[in-house]
Nanobody, 113 residues
Framework: QVQLVESGGGLVQVGGSLRLSCAASGSIFSILVMAWYRQVPGKQRELVAIITRGGSANYADSVKGRFTISRDNAKKTVYLQMDSLKPEDTAVYYC???????WGQGTQVTVSS
């Protein structure tokens, strides 16, 4: 059974940076495609970034050039480095183990202007 725990959210000013972490339990982390999603109240959860087990990444157009997804298979952790943050990045951010559809509990990111 895979469990995911996010951390690293918080309050940051416009233009600032945050790094989210998602720590996984279980032995199959290294073969999982991992992703970060975000959700604001009243809207659907949207895909932010996704990374394959080999490290290939793709991003939503809204975050390209500002966010970087990475993973450390030895630490069973996936990261989301968020730079040049904007107020519209404010959301609850979730990590997900694709394929087995396991979600973390979410971490709040608030960007203040």
């Amino acid at each position: 059974q895979v469990q995911l725990v996010e951390s690293g959210g918080g309050l940051v000013q416009v233009g600032g940076s945050l790094r989210l972490s998602c720590a996984a339990s279980g032995s199959i982390f290294s073969i999982l495609v991992m992703a970060w999603y975000r959700q604001v109240p009243g809207k659907q959860r949207e895909l932010v970034a996704i990374i394959t087990r080999g490290g290939s990444a793709n991003y939503a157009d809204s975050v390209k050039g500002r966010f970087t997804i990475s993973r450390d298979n030895a630490k069973k952790t996936v990261y989301l480095q968020m730079d040049s943050l904007k107020p519209e990045d404010t959301a609850v951010y979730y990590c997900k183990a694709e394929g087995i559809a396991i979600w973390g509990q979410g971490t709040q990111v608030t960007v203040s202007s």
